[in-house]
């Protein structure tokens, strides 16, 4: 246990399963966080949960469906009555929809993605903003990507377009933010290896490979890459940064 952001209470959403916003908890925890992760599946919520109980940390799971604005209010609240305020919010909590873009759906791909990579982080800052104020200021992390900069050979077209929109969406934040000395800042991540990944790596003969040749350094990311990065923004270390993109990508946008 480190105690970087001892007292801090911290929301992250999108916590269940080996993916970023699981990284993140775990690592804002382990700082000294007391943590009040959200995830829409039960199951991959309570393996979280068991995983930060099993390691001592302060830790609490809320379930629930973030399309909804209500439901974000309700975790903001959670959070605030179990602990007493809130200090960070990091918006992991996504999904997205991928096809060539002749195939592009507007409903099934195009309204789809916006609403699961762009809609569930402004409800979530939303949300949260009242409870920041009235702790004096705090740390917002939403989520762009190295896709918020550079293109990928096909499919990608909403998810694309949304990242970059987090990217304005967030800078935004931060003017709004400033005079209540509340930062807002993204994290652009390059490939970083979820059960999602994993099972592509398993299962297609040279996939991790080819990632890694749009890479300056020889492996994937990990969710405690990322975890790290959020650490620092979520901590007073970080007391003079906002509007800021960090790009934890193994150089990817700068090839």
């Not at 469906?65 to 200090?87: I, K, S």
């Not at 705090?138 to 293109?151: D, E, L, M, P, T």
């Amino acid at each position: 246990m480190g105690e970087r952001l001892k007292d801090k209470v911290a929301v992250v959403t999108g916590t269940g399963g080996l993916g970023i916003g699981q990284g993140c908890a775990l690592a804002l925890a382990r700082e000294g966080a007391a943590v009040v992760g959200c995830d829409i599946d039960e199951k991959l919520a309570g393996e979280t949960l068991a995983l930060a109980t099993e390691e001592g940390l302060l830790y609490e799971s809320f379930v629930a469906d973030l399309t909804d604005p209500a439901a974000n209010d309700q975790l903001m609240a959670f959070a605030v009555e179990r602990f007493g305020g809130l200090d960070v919010l990091i918006t992991a909590a996504a999904f997205v929809e991928f096809a060539p873009v002749e195939e592009f759906d507007y409903d099934k791909h195009w309204r789809r993605t916006l609403q699961g990579e762009l809609d569930l982080v402004f409800l979530s800052c939303k949300a949260a903003w009242s409870h920041l104020k009235a702790r004096g200021g705090g740390s917002i992390i939403n989520f762009a990507s190295a896709n918020a900069y550079v293109a990928l050979p096909s499919g990608a077209l909403a998810h694309c377009a949304t990242k970059g929109g987090v990217l304005a969406m967030t800078r935004q934040l931060a003017m709004e933010g400033g005079r209540y000395r509340i930062r807002a800042n993204t994290i652009s991540p390059g490939p970083v290896v979820s059960k999602h990944i994993q099972e592509r790596v398993n299962r297609e003969p040279g996939f991790e490979e080819m990632i890694k040749k749009s890479l300056m350094l020889d492996r994937l990311g990990t969710p405690e890459d990322i975890g790290h990065c959020a650490v620092y923004l979520a901590s007073d270390e970080s007391s003079w940064v906002t509007g800021s993109d960090i790009r934890v990508d193994a150089g990817a946008t700068a090839m």
